[in-house]
């Protein structure tokens, strides 16, 4: 999969961060989403990776028309395994879990749309409303230490 470099009007400060806490897979959250609340969020065909590790973050996106609002769903988790030849367990593979924000670990998704302030919290309570979702809140700006993580060159 090839590298997905955010322009920096997608990461602009006029949008709003949430937390989303599901057991779906990214895939399922998007689908169910989209099923529910009527909208049309499609995988990118670029992830959010980094040079030097293996992470792989993916980015669903709906593509709107002008004037509409933008809605990005951005999963926060991604294990990596890797061999530990020292282990005295049976098996020689440990699992690390890492995370997009790092200040948030237990933070499943990430969703931030870009529009006006009434919109996001109508969509947030239907998603609240979503059985698959356990809870949807927003990102406290002042928590957010990482926000460079959505930088790309």
Known sequence: MLNHVLSHNEISD????????SSLEPF?????????LNTKLV????????KNNEENYMVYKNFPK????QIWLFSNSFTVYSKNKSSVF???????????????????FVLKIIGEKTYCSKFTKKLNLM??????????????KSKHN???D
């Open 131 to 144: 059985a698959e979702i356990l809870s949807c809140y927003p990102l406290p700006e002042k928590k957010i």
């Open 90 to 108: 049976l098996f020689e593979e440990e699992q690390v879990e890492r995370s997009l924000l790092p200040e948030f670990p237990k933070v499943d």
């Open 28 to 36: 399922g959250l998007a689908f169910k989403i989209n099923y529910s």
């Open 66 to 69: 002008e004037n509409e609002t």
């Open 14 to 21: 006029n949008g709003s961060l949430f937390a989303i806490h």
């Open 43 to 50: 995988r990118c065909g670029l992830d959010i990776t980094f």
């Open 150 to 152: 959505l930088i790309f």
